[in-house]
């Protein structure tokens, strides 16, 4: 159908071809009702309009009021109300189906008083006298708040100076939940793990600032074992709590594992995946690399070091090109782990968190570096990492932009390790004190 030109025949008066208006009719009212219709509003038969003839916009303003008023006699009818009885009707609603609260219900009718102020609606023994929108046929308002039990079951009326209308039921349910925050998990692991017999021990603090409490299921992954498997490593782990865990904005859960070196294991990296029971947050710790020579020493909880999956740059600040990383979730022996993507021969900014705990050693000068593991062939690179350094005090937090550079023109999609370190430092000292870091695992990516 082709589409009719608004034309503006005088300033301030809008008119439209009535061809147009009766185009768009079709499908909403039968033949003889736009017929009926145009014959009240023109008091002429529709076979005297002719293409491209104007009218109006006052003309048009007066058919959809008359096209309103048509709808609540024909809804009058359906319904079998008198319209002309004085006490308020009730026709319908809108929505017809459940409601929540805070959201807008209207109620459709004829008799309603003006001004809208001298009617009250009755929802389920609440009542309301205060409009979103009133006329003598609608009565639009907010669902309140102000039910004992949701959701229920209940009736709506409305009643003024000439009586009372009939029921309508609807149904009422709670204020949707509003989903906000995110979950993180700090490695709060001691040094030297594991020991000289091959035990060890992982500690972790759970937090979910989020808008609501939530459930968490938790999980302990072992991804890139070597000299045992991964399923040999799990065996010998267990973790605390166990089963779904609730955990409110302000109280961090602590989760321990407690483990020993499965019988031949030289390696293992230890990740603690937690997910909301609805899927809406989720996160996964640093990569903690077990190493039983005891060669690689664990971070240190005094400062903690995350990637901050949620606020990926748009850009690269350096150049102004679109920033080519992105957070992801990345699989490793079968097992997610989340992380960080880079297009393939691009390159990437990636952000991370470096928090200052209120351990006693946490103050000081802190010098920041990232490298890629597992890079024989050079094809990844670390050109920059901004800032350089930064003096923090105790819960002070810094966020630390790593540039990385996937020259990896062969589209490989084998997953490699970032790690990057905070080298602390007392204030004037050049003797470094403790190095903290984390490991998340990287991938290059198609655009």
């Known amino acids: 159908?082709?589409?009719?030109?608004?034309?503006?025949?005088?300033?301030?008066?809008?008119?439209?071809p009535l061809s147009a208006i009766i185009d768009q009719l079709k499908g909403k009212l039968s033949s003889s009702e736009?017929?009926?219709?145009?014959?009240?509003?023109?008091?002429?038969?529709?076979?005297?309009?002719?293409?491209?003839?104007?009218?109006?916009?006052?003309?048009?303003?007066?058919?959809?009021?008359?096209?309103?008023?048509?709808?609540?006699?024909?809804?009058?009818?359906?319904?079998?109300?008198?319209?002309?009885?004085?006490?308020?009707?009730?026709?319908?609603?809108?929505?017809?189906?459940?409601?929540?609260?805070?959201?807008?219900?209207?109620?459709?009718?004829?008799?309603?008083?003006?001004?809208?102020?001298?009617?009250?609606?009755?929802?389920?023994?609440?009542?309301?006298?205060?409009?979103?929108q009133a006329n003598g046929e609608l009565l639009a308002f907010q669902v309140p708040d102000l039910f004992p039990s949701l959701p229920s079951d209940m009736q709506v009326f409305v009643h003024?100076?000439?009586?009372?209308?009939?029921?309508?039921?609807?149904?009422?349910?709670?204020?949707?939940?509003?989903?906000?925050?995110?979950?993180?998990?700090?490695?709060?692991?001691?040094?030297?793990?594991?020991?000289?017999?091959?035990?060890?021990?992982?500690?972790?603090?759970?937090d979910s600032p989020t808008l609501q409490t939530t459930d968490y299921t938790?999980?302990?992954?072992?991804?890139k074992a070597n000299g045992?498997?991964?399923?040999?490593?799990?065996?010998?782990?267990?973790?605390?709590?166990?089963?779904?865990?609730?955990?409110?904005?302000?109280?961090?859960?602590?989760?321990?594992?407690?483990?020993?070196?499965?019988?031949?294991?030289?390696?293992?990296?230890?990740?603690?995946?937690?997910?909301?029971?609805?899927?809406?947050?989720?996160?996964?710790?640093?990569?903690?690399?077990?190493?039983a020579t005891g060669a690689t020493p664990t971070s240190d909880p005094a400062t903690t070091v995350n990637l901050d999956s949620s606020n990926f740059p748009a850009k690269d600040v350096q150049t102004g090109n679109r920033n080519k990383a992105m957070a992801a979730d990345i699989t490793i022996d079968g097992k997610s782990v989340k992380g960080a993507q880079v297009v393939w021969g691009a390159i990437g900014v990636i952000p991370f968190v470096v928090t200052a705990t209120q351990n006693v050693k946490a103050p000081g000068r802190y010098e920041f570096s990232a490298?890629?593991?597992?890079?024989?062939?050079?094809?990844?690179?670390?050109?920059?990492?901004?800032?350089?350094?930064?003096?923090?005090?105790?819960?002070?937090?810094?966020?630390?932009?790593?540039r990385i550079i996937n020259q990896d023109s062969q589209s490989s999609a084998t997953v490699k390790s970032l790690i990057v370190r905070a080298k602390h430092f007392n204030i004037g000292s050049t003797t470094s004190n403790f190095t903290s870091y984390t490991r998340i695992p990287i991938q290059g990516v198609t655009v």
């Open 34 to 132: 736009i017929d009926a219709l145009l014959y009240a509003l023109i008091s002429k038969r529709t076979n005297e309009v002719q293409p491209g003839d104007l009218i109006t916009a006052q003309l048009i303003n007066q058919m959809l009021k008359d096209i309103s008023d048509l709808r609540i006699q024909v809804a009058a009818l359906l319904s079998g109300v008198s319209v002309s009885s004085g006490r308020p009707q009730l026709l319908t609603r809108n929505p017809t189906g459940n409601v929540s609260v805070g959201s807008k219900l209207t109620l459709i009718g004829v008799n309603f008083i003006r001004p809208g102020d001298r009617n009250t609606v009755n929802l389920g023994g609440v009542e309301i006298n205060q409009f979103l």
């Open 228 to 291: 045992a498997s991964a399923d040999k490593w799990k065996e010998r782990a267990s973790i605390s709590p166990t089963g779904m865990q609730r955990i409110e904005a302000g109280k961090p859960l602590t989760v321990t594992v407690t483990g020993k070196v499965p019988t031949g294991g030289i390696n293992a990296t230890a990740t603690l995946n937690v997910v909301s029971l609805d899927g809406v947050f989720s996160d996964s710790s640093p990569m903690i690399f077990l190493d």
């Open 218 to 223: 938790l999980e302990l992954v072992f991804t």
């Open 1 to 16: 159908m082709a589409q009719s030109t608004i034309t503006s025949a005088n300033p301030g008066n809008i008119v439209v």
């Open 160 to 206: 003024n100076d000439n009586g009372e209308s009939d029921t309508l039921a609807v149904r009422v349910l709670p204020r949707p939940v509003q989903k906000g925050g995110k979950v993180t998990i700090y490695d709060q692991t001691p040094t030297g793990q594991p020991t000289a017999t091959g035990d060890y021990t992982l500690s972790f603090l759970v």
């Open 371 to 402: 490298e890629v593991e597992e890079n024989s062939t050079g094809l990844w690179s670390v050109p920059t990492v901004n800032p350089p350094d930064q003096t923090m005090q105790q819960r002070e937090f810094q966020t630390v932009y790593v």
